[in-house]
C-alpha cells in the first residue's frame, strides 16, 4: 500500500511538471514569434530607408506633355527645385496645386516614373475671344469665359502660331450671354474665312442675353436670342442689295419673323481701353426700311 502511494505521487509531479513546462511553452511560443515578427518588419524598415534614400531614386528629369502656349524651359526652371530631391517624398498634389494655379493651365496629371523621373501632362485652356473695352486693358478669355492673360501682356501670340488680334472680339462680358456669343462668333467667323476676312472685323456686345447685337463697319446687325443661322443667312441675302444702294451705316434688326428692319444710322460702341475702332461717320436718317 505505501509502495503504491509513493509511485501515485512520483506520477502526480511528473505530471505537474509536464504541466509546468507546457505552460512555458505556451507562453513562450507567441512571445517568439512576436519578437521575430518586429524585428523581421524594423530589419525591413531599416532596409527600405537606406533603399529609398538612394541617389537612384533623386528626380533627375521632369518631362512634359501638352505644352502649346506654355513654354517648356520656363516650365521647367519654375519646378527646378524638384529635381534632386527623393522621388518617394515628392509632393504630386502640391505640384498639381502649384500647376493648376496658372490660368493657362485646365488640367494637369502628375505621374512618377521610377526610378528618377516625372511625367507631367499638360491640358490648357484654349483662348475663345478677346474682351475689349476692359478696365484692365484687352483679355484673352477661353471658352468658359476664364481670362486668360491681358492681351499684350507677354506676347500676342498664342501656342499655336495664332495672333490673339484674329480672334473674334466682344464688349461688356456678360456670363449669361457668353455662351450665346461664342454660338455667334464661331457662325460668323465661318463665314467671313470664306472671303479671307479676319473674325476681328466685327465686335459681339453681349449686354442683353436677350439681344446679342454685332458692330461692323458697316452697321449694326440684332440677332436676339436664339436662331444665329437662319438671321445671318438672311441678312446675307440682302446684304448685295444694301451694298448696290450704299445703305452704309444701318442698324439691321433680323429679330422678327421673315422680314428685315434697316434703319439708317447707328450708335457705335463707346471707345474705351483697348478698343480701337474706324467706324463710318454718324447718319442723321432715321427713316425705316423693310426688306
Known amino acids: 500500500m505505501v509502495q503504491m502511494k509513493a509511485i501515485a505521487i512520483q506520477r502526480n509531479k511528473k505530471r505537474r511538471s509536464r504541466l509546468s513546462w507546457a505552460r512555458w511553452i505556451g507562453w513562450l511560443r507567441p512571445t517568439f514569434w512576436s519578437v521575430l515578427l518586429g524585428g523581421s518588419l524594423f530589419a525591413l524598415y531599416v532596409g527600405g530607408q537606406r533603399l529609398t534614400s538612394a541617389p537612384v531614386f533623386q528626380v533627375r528629369e521632369i518631362r512634359w506633355a501638352g505644352l502649346h502656349h506654355l513654354n517648356e524651359t520656363e516650365m521647367s526652371a519654375r519646378f527646378r527645385p524638384v529635381v534632386g530631391r527623393n522621388i518617394f517624398r515628392v509632393d504630386i498634389a502640391q505640384i498639381q496645386g502649384a500647376l493648376q494655379a496658372n490660368p493657362w493651365v485646365k488640367q494637369a496629371v502628375v505621374r512618377k516614373d521610377f526610378p528618377d523621373r516625372l511625367n507631367i501632362i499638360v491640358v490648357e485652356r484654349v483662348p475663345a475671344v478677346v474682351e475689349v473695352e476692359s478696365a484692365q486693358g484687352p483679355l484673352l478669355r477661353d471658352e468658359a469665359g476664364e481670362i486668360l492673360e491681358r492681351v499684350g501682356e507677354a506676347s500676342d501670340r498664342l501656342g499655336d502660331g495664332k495672333a490673339a488680334g484674329k480672334l473674334p472680339r466682344v464688349i461688356h462680358y456678360n456670363p449669361a450671354s457668353y455662351a450665346k456669343g461664342l454660338e455667334l462668333a464661331s457662325l460668323l467667323s465661318r ?3 470664306k472671303e479671307s476676312i479676319e473674325p ?6 453681349l449686354a442683353d442675353p436677350e439681344d446679342l447685337v454685332v458692330h461692323f463697319p458697316e452697321g449694326v446687325l440684332h440677332f436676339g436670342e436664339g436662331g444665329y443661322a437662319e438671321r445671318w443667312e438672311r441678312f446675307l441675302e440682302i446684304k448685295e442689295d444694301l451694298e ?6 444701318r442698324e439691321i434688326d433680323l429679330r422678327f419673323e421673315r422680314k428685315v428692319i434697316v434703319r ?3 450708335t457705335p460702341p463707346r471707345r474705351g481701353a483697348g478698343v480701337v475702332l474706324a467706324w463710318p461717320g454718324m447718319k442723321e436718317d432715321r427713316r425705316g426700311t423693310q426688306f
Do not use: A, K, Q
Not at 200 to 205: G, M, P
Open 200 to 205: 476681328s472685323l466685327f465686335l459681339i456686345d
Open 244 to 249: 448696290r444702294r450704299e445703305l452704309t451705316d
Open 191 to 193: 463665314t467671313l474665312e
Open 264 to 266: 439708317g444710322g447707328f
